[in-house]
């Protein structure tokens, strides 16, 4: 099934729900204003409080570092998308992040639950980040809670915005930065994870083949090769590995008519071109080392590290790109009130103001534009 029936089936469930226990929902906190539900809590601030108190010297040099980090990502970043504007009719550098829909001109597929998954500790880790360094730096909570944006979850922190402007700039830029250090940091957690798993597997598994992980949409092999298919050879060549794979694909060109034996069977493909490079052949798929397990008296237990690997792989690729996506020099991202501290050091509010809302402006048109030539 399709991942955009499942939101909507999603928001049907959710909003109908929603909309009839509406008043008893109020009782326990819930504020249900569509497409918004927001439930405020005393206790999320409390934990809050309570990790921010834990060791408020750590707090302030870890955020410290993480201005630096900050900004260093920022001009990264922007270089990296002013860069992109020359090849973004071939490969678009910026995608919207849906997790178990296929985003047209996405050079990415985001699996349904292991995609939910991530994106959840993107949002919660990085609003929670925001609170624990307000705390620390003395700028009261006004609310803290979750909500549902449709149906796609967050959380939100909202510390006193006056007391916030009236703060040090150096408290400023730590509250500000907090929640792109956040995901860096679990990004680099989630990576150390991620490669210690990759360490095991061979210990316990051999592989073999290559499996088919997913059928692009409209592609060549749709309705031919299916979901779950070992390919054990392409035209008679041998697949080993990933790299014997690899190896054959790369010499096929469009139009070329390849015969692909599975696990299931032989089939035919007429390969397409390849949307980021016409003279390459295109299967449409997306394949997977497949791997057999060493010693059968071990269970099913080992292959739960797939799915974990899967679920700490996302969680590193969303934290560090949304991330890095959010310190941008764009107003109202956190990046852009960074840009504006910055500035305010040497600049009055009367020169720095509009030079942040013209950058602002420019990178919004860079991403607009990259993502309407993704879905051209």
């Known amino acids: ?61 870890y955020m410290n570092i993480g201005i630096v980090v900050c900004y260093i990502g920022m001009f990264a970043m922007s270089w990296i998308l002013l860069s992109s504007i020359q090849t973004a009719l071939e490969t678009p550098s910026v995608s919207i992040v849906l997790p178990g829909v296929e985003i047209p001109g996405s050079p990415i597929y985001v ?42 979850p967050g959380a939100f922190v909202e510390p006193d915005e006056e007391e916030l402007k009236k703060s040090s700039r150096i408290s400023r830029l730590r509250v500000y930065g907090a929640g792109t250090m956040a995901n860096i940091t679990l990004a680099l957690i989630a990576l150390l994870v991620v490669s210690g798993i990759s360490y095991e597997i061979p210990e316990l598994f ?32 041998k697949i080993n590995d990933s790299q014997s794979y690899l190896d054959i694909v790369s010499t096929f060109s469009p139009g070329d008519n390849i015969t692909v034996q599975t696990d299931q069977g032989s089939y035919n493909v007429v390969l397409g071109k390849n949307p980021n490079n016409e003279s390459v052949g295109f299967f449409g798929i997306q394949a997977s080392k497949h791997f057999e397990l060493k010693d059968n008296s071990l269970g099913e237990l ?35 009130y960074m840009l504006e501290i910055l500035l305010s050091y040497k600049l009055s509010e009367r020169h720095y103001k509009p030079i942040v809302n013209a950058v602002s402006a420019i990178f919004a048109l860079v991403i607009v534009f990259s993502l309407v030539a993704g879905f051209v």
């Open 302 to 336: 080992p292959w739960v590290l797939f799915s974990l690997a899967e679920i700490f792989q996302w969680i590193f690729t969303l934290n560090l790109g949304i991330g890095l996506f959010n310190i941008l020099p764009i107003k109202p991202l956190d990046g852009g």
């Open 111 to 152: 699996p349904f639950l292991s995609g939910f998954i991530a994106l959840a500790t993107v949002l919660v880790v990085h609003e929670f980040s925001h609170g624990i360094q307000a705390v620390r730096e003395k700028i009261p909570i006004k609310s803290v809670g979750l909500l549902l944006v449709a149906i796609l």
């Open 1 to 61: 099934m399709n991942g955009i029936y499942y939101y909507l089936i999603a928001f049907l469930i959710i909003w109908i729900s929603s909309l009839l226990f509406k008043d008893r929902l109020s009782e326990h906190g819930f504020e249900i204003n569509f497409p918004v539900i927001m439930w405020r809590t005393d206790r999320l601030r409390g934990v809050i409080s309570k990790i921010s108190n834990f060791s408020p010297t750590f707090w302030k040099w």
């Open 206 to 237: 051999d592989e073999n083949g290559i499996e088919i992980s997913r059928i692009v949409g409209d592609s060549p092999s749709e309705g031919i090769l299916k979901q779950g298919m070992v390919i054990e050879s392409i035209d008679g060549k």
